[in-house]
């Protein structure tokens, strides 16, 4: 195995993983402060007095984190150390585990239907962009 004996993290990319988590973060602020804020909140009865709580974004900010990090990790394991082979893997990823996994709330009826190209197109997006973040964007060798 390529990996074996080796510190799991020795081969992160932590750049692209940083500036992933950033540049998703921001991409989710997009998707649900502007592009669809208005259909969402009809559809989350969310309001704007009663969202964008500090505590939240922060635990929203380590789960974009550790998704990277996670997607990094496949990313250095593939060995896909490009803008392409990331992009590839981010989607594969996005739709096998991401997806499917946000998919229960819509199978068993707790989330209303009309989220659904909302909160898969925002997910195909991080995905994507991520991947493509992670697989491409690396620190120039020092000379």
């Known amino acids: 195995m390529p990996w074996e004996g080796r510190d799991m993290t020795a081969k992160l990319n ?4 940083v500036v992933a988590t950033v540049v998703a973060f ?3 602020f997009l998707w649900y402060g502007l592009i669809f804020a208005e259909k969402w909140m009809a559809l989350t009865g969310v309001t704007d007095e009663s969202g964008g709580d500090p505590m939240w974004m922060m635990l929203g900010l380590v789960q974009t984190f550790v998704t990277m990090v996670g997607l990094g ?3 250095a394991r593939d060995g896909a ?6 992009l590839k893997i981010g989607l594969v990823a996005g739709v096998a585990f991401a997806l499917m996994t946000s998919a229960y709330g819509f199978i068993y009826q707790t989330s209303p ?7 898969w197109s925002h997910l195909l997006v991080v995905y994507a ?3 493509a973040l992670i697989g491409g964007l690396r620190m120039k ?3």
Request: charged letters at 5%; glycine letters at 24%; hydrophobic letters at 55%.
């Open 14 to 17: 932590w750049l692209g993983i």
């Open 129 to 131: 962009v991520g991947g």
């Open 26 to 28: 921001f991409i989710g």
């Open 81 to 86: 150390a490009s803008w392409m082979g990331g």
């Open 141 to 143: 060798p020092r000379t």
């Open 113 to 119: 239907m009309g989220l659904l190209p909302i909160d």
């Open 73 to 75: 990790w496949f990313i």
